[in-house]
């Protein structure tokens, strides 16, 4: 049975997003939730640009991954101020 790549593609990011709650929970428990919010929105910008790479669609570009991440930051930040 031969598994097409699109859909091992879907199972391993499958598996990565398990693999990236879990860590996002340790990160809460250790640091608290502005850097779990960090964390999240990094990963999910930095794994979006790798998909892109991977399947050859669209360009992949630091820049887009730094715009998915930065709200996380700036909720970190404000949970500090605040």
């Known amino acids: 049975m031969v598994i097409p790549k699109d859909k091992l593609l879907h199972l391993a990011l499958g598996v990565l997003a398990i693999l990236c ?3 996002a929970l340790w990160i809460n428990s250790l640091f608290g939730l502005g850097a779990c919010l960090a964390y999240t929105t ?3 910008g930095v794994l979006y640009e790798w998909q892109q790479h991977y399947r050859g669609e669209g360009e992949p570009d630091l820049f887009d991954a730094l715009a ?3 709200p996380g930051w ?3 930040a404000l949970l500090e101020i605040l």
């Open 21 to 23: 709650a879990y860590v």
């Open 42 to 44: 990094t990963a999910v």
């Open 74 to 76: 700036v909720a970190w």
């Open 68 to 70: 998915t991440a930065a």
